[in-house]
C-alpha cells in the first residue's frame, strides 16, 4: 500500500472528526468552481476536503504582505464569531451590580450608557483576543503547520470560553458568551498540533507512549482538552528563579536534530513554537538556533531565557519569555554582550538599549519618581518606536502611559509648546493655532477642507479615507504615522506633508499628474489603480512596500533607491528600461510578464520572486538572468523548458517549475541538490 500525502492524511482525519464536512456548502462551492475552470473534481470526503484547504491557505496566507487583506478577514470573523451586544445576558448586567456592591459603591443603576460602555469592553476584548489567533495562524511564524491542523484548530478554538485553573479545563462557548476566547499559547498550541499531525500519520508521540491520560486524551482528538492540557504541561518559570541571570549559551546548528532543542524548552513555559516538534526542525533548517540557560537550583543551565534564531548568517529573531516574548526585565546584558558577535548584531542592539530604559522608567515611575523630558520623550515614543522583542508592543509603555494624568502637561515639557497649542481631540486641533496634535485623527470630508487649520505637525495617523477631492486641504507639515487618503482619484490641488512616518494611501489615484512626493515615506506607498507612470515621480526612500499593481507599463519611471518591503507590479507586461534596486527585502511581483528581454532584476530579493501567475507568466528562460539571492518561493511554474535555465545560489523556500517535464526538473534537482524543487 502506498504511503498517504500529508495532505490526504489531513483531510481524512478532518473527515473522521465531521463526517458532514465535505458536503458543507463552502467544500461543494470549491467543487463547482473546479468544474467551471475544468480542473480535476474530485470526490472521496479527504480529498475533497484537501482541495477546500488548498483554498483556505490561499486566501489567508497567500496575502501576507497586504495587511488590508488581513483586516477583511479579521472582520468577516468578528461578525461571525464575536457576542452582539444585544446577546449579551442580562446575568451578566447583575453580576456587575452586585460586584459593584461588594467593593462599597452601594447600590448602582445600569443605566443605558454603562450599558454600552460595559458592551464595548466585551466585544473589543473578544475581537483582539480573536485576532492574536488569526494573526498568528495567517502569519509566517505558523507556516511549519499544515492548513487542515490549523483549521481544526481555530475551528475548535472558537467554541472555548475562558480557562478554570480549578478544573483544569476551557468551559465551553455559546451565543451569550461574555468571556474572551482563550489566550494563544504558542508552545502549547505547537505541542498540540505536533501530536495531532502524528496521529493524522498514525504516528506515536514519543514522550507520552506511557501516558494513559495523554494516550486517552489524543484518541479523542479534543482540541480543549488538548490544549488544556498542554497549558498545563508548560507551566511557566517562577519569578525569583528569573532574578539569576548567570547561565550558559547553546548552539544548535543547522540542519541538527531538533529533538534535543524540543526537549530542553518543554515544560517551560518560553511561549515559544520552537518548542513543538515540527517547528523546531523547520526552523534549524534555515539556521542556527542559540538559547541562553540560567541555572537551576541545583546548578545546571535548564531554564531557557532568551532564543537567538539565526536566518542562513543573518539573527532572524530574537525571543525573550516576557508576555508577549519580550525579554524578561533581568536578561538584558546577557543579551547584549551575545548580540556583539554577530555581523548585525548592531541593528538588536537598540531593541535591548530600548527594554532596559524602559525597566528603568517603569521602576521609577512605579516609585513615582519624577519623570524627566528625556524620559517623556522617550516614552512618548517621539524620535523613535520603543522597539522590544516580542510580537507585540510591551505593555508596559501603556501601563505608564496610563498613569500620566496630565497628557498635555508631558507634551509641553516635551516640546517647549504652551499646552493650549497642543492638541488631543479633533475639535482642538482644528480650531487653529494648534502646533502639534497628539493621538490619532479620523475627519469627515467637510472638517478637512472648508476653511480647517491643521495642527502643524500630526503625532499619530490621519484618516481622509472618505475625501474625494483636495480642493481646499491645507494638511499638516509632518506625519509621524500613515496618511489616509484612499477615495482621492486626482492629485490636482494637493500639497502632502513634507515627512510621512507611516504608510501613504492613494489607492485611488488614477493619474499621477500634479502630484508631488515627499523625499521619504517611512511605511507602504499606496498607488494600486495607477495604469500609467507618466508624471510620477517616486520617493528616494520608501520604508515599507510600493503597491504599482495595475502598472502595464514602466516607461520612463525611477525606481527608489531603497524599499524595505515588498514591489508589487504584478500586471506589468514589459520590464523594458526598469531598473531594479540592488535588493527588495520584500517580495517582487512581476506575474504579467510574458518575456525577460529588458528584464535586469536586482541581485537579492528578501522574501518571494512571483514570475508566473494564474493567467501568463514566462515561458522561455531566455534572457533571464535571476537573482542571486532570493529568501523566499520562486514562481516559475509557467517555464515550459530549462534551456538557459541558471537558478539562485540560494532560494529559502520552495522553486515552482510545474510546467517542466519531470525529466528535467530531475535534472535541476541533481544539478542543484540545495534547491527544493517543485
Same mark, same amino acid.
Not at 522608567?361 to 515614543?381: C, G, H, K, P, S
Given at each position: ?500 512616518? @507611516?504608510? &501613504?494611501? *492613494?489607492?485611488?489615484?488614477? %493619474?499621477? $499628474? #500634479?502630484?508631488? +512626493?515627499? /523625499? =521619504?515615506?517611512? !511605511? ?19 520604508? @515599507?512596500? &510600493?503597491? *504599482?499593481?495595475?502598472?502595464? %507599463?514602466? $516607461? #520612463?519611471?525611477? +525606481?527608489? /533607491? =531603497?524599499?524595505? !518591503? ?19 527585502? @520584500?517580495? &517582487?511581483? *512581476? ?5 525577460? $528581454? #529588458?528584464?535586469? +532584476?536586482? /541581485? =537579492? ?74
Amino acid at each position: 500500500m502506498s504511503p498517504v500525502s500529508p495532505e490526504l492524511a489531513g483531510g481524512q482525519f478532518l473527515h473522521e472528526k465531521d463526517t458532514k464536512l465535505h458536503t458543507s456548502e463552502p467544500v461543494e462551492h470549491e467543487q463547482s468552481r473546479r468544474k467551471l475552470a475544468e480542473e480535476e473534481v474530485h470526490q472521496k470526503p479527504a480529498e475533497k476536503l484537501a482541495d477546500w484547504m488548498a483554498v483556505l491557505e490561499h486566501t489567508h496566507t497567500g496575502h501576507q504582505d497586504d495587511p488590508r487583506v488581513l483586516e477583511r478577514i479579521k472582520d468577516s470573523y468578528h461578525r461571525d464569531l464575536v457576542i452582539k451586544p444585544e446577546d449579551i445576558p442580562e446575568s451578566y448586567f447583575e453580576t456587575q451590580r452586585r460586584l459593584a456592591r461588594e467593593q462599597g459603591h452601594g447600590d448602582i443603576e445600569i443605566t443605558d450608557e454603562m450599558r454600552e460602555q460595559l458592551s464595548e469592553v466585551i466585544v473589543t476584548d473578544q475581537e483582539s483576543t480573536l485576532d492574536n489567533w488569526v494573526d498568528y495562524l495567517s502569519s509566517p511564524d505558523s507556516d511549519s503547520f499544515p492548513i487542515w491542523a490549523k483549521y481544526w484548530a481555530f475551528k475548535n478554538m472558537v467554541k472555548l470560553s475562558s480557562y478554570d485553573k480549578g478544573k483544569h479545563a476551557f468551559g465551553k462557548r455559546d451565543q451569550g458568551t461574555v468571556a474572551p476566547f482563550p489566550d494563544l499559547n504558542r508552545e502549547a498550541l505547537a505541542y498540540v498540533i505536533d501530536a495531532i499531525i502524528k496521529k493524522a500519520n498514525n504516528e506515536l508521540v514519543s514522550d507520552q507512549v506511557d501516558n494513559s491520560e495523554f494516550q486517552g486524551l489524543l484518541a479523542g482528538a479534543n482540541f480543549g482538552k488538548l490544549y488544556a492540557y498542554a497549558i498545563e504541561k508548560v507551566t511557566p518559570t517562577e519569578e525569583n528563579e528569573l532574578l539569576n541571570t548567570k547561565g550558559e549559551w547553546v548552539t544548535y546548528p543547522q540542519n541538527s536534530d531538533h529533538m534535543s532543542l524540543v526537549e530542553s524548552l518543554q515544560g517551560h513555559g518560553t511561549g515559544w513554537c520552537t518548542a513543538g516538534e515540527s517547528t523546531a526542525e523547520a526552523q534549524l533548517k534555515h539556521g542556527d538556533f542559540h538559547v541562553y540557560y540560567s541555572y537551576d537550583k541545583r546548578g545546571k543551565p535548564t531554564i531557557p531565557r532568551v532564543a537567538i534564531r539565526m536566518s542562513g548568517n543573518g539573527i532572524g529573531e530574537v525571543r525573550g519569555i516576557a508576555p508577549n516574548q519580550n525579554l524578561d526585565p533581568y536578561i538584558g546584558d546577557v543579551v547584549k554582550e551575545k548580540l556583539e558577535e554577530f555581523p548585525d548584531g548592531q541593528a538588536y542592539e537598540k531593541k535591548s538599549a530600548d527594554m532596559k530604559r524602559l525597566t528603568e522608567i517603569d521602576r521609577r515611575n512605579a516609585a513615582e519618581e519624577v519623570l524627566t523630558a528625556d524620559d517623556l520623550r522617550f516614552l512618548y515614543q517621539f524620535d523613535s518606536k520603543i522597539e522590544g522583542f516580542g510580537y507585540q508592543t510591551d505593555p508596559r509603555i501603556e501601563e505608564i502611559l496610563s498613569t500620566r494624568k496630565n497628557v498635555k502637561a508631558d507634551l509641553a515639557l516635551i516640546t517647549g509648546y504652551a499646552p493650549e497649542q497642543i492638541s488631543t481631540t479633533a475639535e482642538e486641533a482644528l480650531r487653529g493655532g494648534i502646533k502639534m496634535h497628539y493621538g490619532d485623527l479620523s475627519l469627515e470630508p467637510s472638517q478637512a477642507t472648508k476653511g480647517s487649520t491643521f495642527p502643524e505637525s500630526v503625532y499619530g495617523n490621519l484618516y481622509l479615507s472618505r475625501l474625494t477631492s483636495a480642493e481646499g486641504l491645507n494638511l499638516p507639515e509632518k506625519i509621524s504615522g500613515l496618511l489616509n487618503l484612499q477615495s482621492l482619484t486626482s492629485a490636482e490641488g494637493l500639497v502632502l506633508p513634507k515627512e510621512i512616518g @507611516g504608510n &501613504l494611501d *492613494l489607492s485611488c489615484l488614477t %493619474s499621477a $499628474e #500634479g502630484l508631488v +512626493l515627499p /523625499k =521619504e515615506i517611512g !511605511g507602504n506607498l499606496y498607488l494600486s489603480r495607477l495604469t500609467s507612470a507618466d508624471s510620477l515621480n517616486l520617493p528616494e526612500k520608501i520604508g @515599507g512596500s &510600493l503597491d *504599482l499593481q495595475s502598472l502595464t %507599463s514602466a $516607461e #520612463g519611471l525611477v +525606481l527608489p /533607491k =531603497e524599499i524595505g !518591503g515588498d514591489l508589487n507590479f504584478s500586471n506589468l507586461t514589459s520590464a523594458e528600461g526598469l531598473n531594479f534596486p540592488e535588493k527588495v527585502n @520584500g517580495d &517582487l511581483y *512581476l506575474n504579467a510578464l510574458t518575456t525577460a $528581454e #529588458g528584464l535586469v +532584476l536586482p /541581485k =537579492e530579493i528578501g522574501r518571494s520572486l512571483y514570475l508566473a501567475g494564474f493567467t501568463s507568466g514566462f515561458t522561455s528562460a531566455k534572457g533571464l538572468t535571476l537573482p542571486e539571492k532570493i529568501g523566499g518561493l520562486l514562481n516559475l511554474s509557467r517555464l515550459t523548458t530549462a534551456e538557459g535555465l541558471v537558478l539562485p545560489k540560494e532560494v529559502g523556500d520552495i522553486i515552482f517549475l510545474d510546467s517542466l517535464s519531470s525529466t528535467e526538473k530531475q535534472r535541476l534537482r541533481e544539478q542543484y541538490p540545495n534547491l527544493h524543487i517543485q
